[in-house]
């Protein structure tokens, strides 16, 4: 017996057979889902288990993408691109001293940082970022009803953001090159985890009545994430 749900757009067909009634959801090399599961568990609780598990799959086909794609590297010469708020600001080797910064929309790396370039343009990326997120986040935790503490911006590895139980909030930096719009997604989500910490329907709900069009964000964000600069220059 076999049958096909549905997650979002997403088509994941069910193998029913077996002992165990405990569902399992995998993600197929080809990127495919599929759900296994006892033939005695009802649809709708296969519906529910499926839509707990929207964000890890999401998550895990993001991840999948990205390892598929060659990683983005950038040369640290006059004319490289960089994306900061979705917008691409060419970089400009400069004589002066300081940090990384903007000037008449050119993001300035003064030559004697150029050797540790990668490092000071992720730290500008995370400098700009907590000081561009304060005034969102009070935003958001307002709506939300949340009292998050320290927000971060710093690298997550393969996560666009986390939340932990000391109510903590980070970003990864990459994520400021996305526009405002999918920066707010990460951090409306993280902050949603601050009331519900897992992915289940009260998360959503929660989720779809401060960001009713949460779902659209999520897809774009994945569609954008396998193409951001995650470091490493050339």
């Given at each position: 017996m076999s049958a096909v749900l549905h997650l979002d757009d997403l088509r994941v067909p069910v193998e029913t057979g077996g002992a165990s009634r405990k569902a399992r959801l995998t993600i197929e090399a080809d990127g495919s889902l599929r759900l296994r599961a006892a033939e005695d568990v009802a649809t709708e609780e296969l519906t529910q288990f499926l839509a707990s598990k929207r964000e890890w799959v999401y998550r895990k086909l993001a991840e999948k993408e990205v390892l598929q794609h060659e990683p983005v590297t950038k040369e640290l010469v006059d004319g490289e691109g960089f994306q900061y708020l979705g917008r691409s600001h060419r970089l400009k080797i400069g004589d002066a001293h300081g940090t990384v910064h903007l000037e008449r929309g050119r993001l300035v790396l003064p030559r004697p940082l150029v050797e540790v370039g990668e490092a000071s343009l992720i730290a500008?990326?995370?400098?700009?970022?907590?000081?561009?997120?304060?005034?969102?986040?009070?935003?958001?935790?307002?709506?939300?009803?949340?009292?998050?503490?320290?927000?971060?911006?710093?690298?997550?590895?393969?996560?666009?953001?986390?939340?932990?139980?000391?109510?903590?909030?980070?970003?990864?930096?990459?994520?400021?090159?996305?526009?405002?719009?999918?920066?707010?997604?990460?951090?409306?989500?993280?902050?949603?985890?601050?009331?519900?910490?897992?992915?289940?329907?009260?998360?959503?709900?929660?989720?779809?009545?401060?960001?009713?069009?949460?779902?659209?964000?999520?897809?774009?964000?994945?569609?954008?994430?396998?193409?951001?600069?995650?470091?490493?220059?050339?």
């Open positions: 500008w990326y995370q400098r700009c970022g907590e000081a561009w997120l304060r005034p969102r986040v009070r935003s958001w935790a307002e709506r939300l009803r949340v009292e998050p503490g320290a927000v971060e911006v710093a690298d997550l590895g393969h996560k666009w953001g986390s939340a932990t139980a000391g109510k903590r909030v980070r970003i990864h930096w990459a994520t400021l090159q996305l526009s405002p719009a999918l920066v707010d997604y990460v951090l409306a989500h993280e902050l949603a985890h601050l009331r519900e910490p897992h992915h289940g329907p009260d998360f959503w709900q929660l989720l779809g009545r401060v960001m009713p069009e949460y779902d659209e964000r999520k897809q774009e964000l994945a569609k954008r994430g396998a193409g951001l600069w995650f470091g490493g220059t050339s």
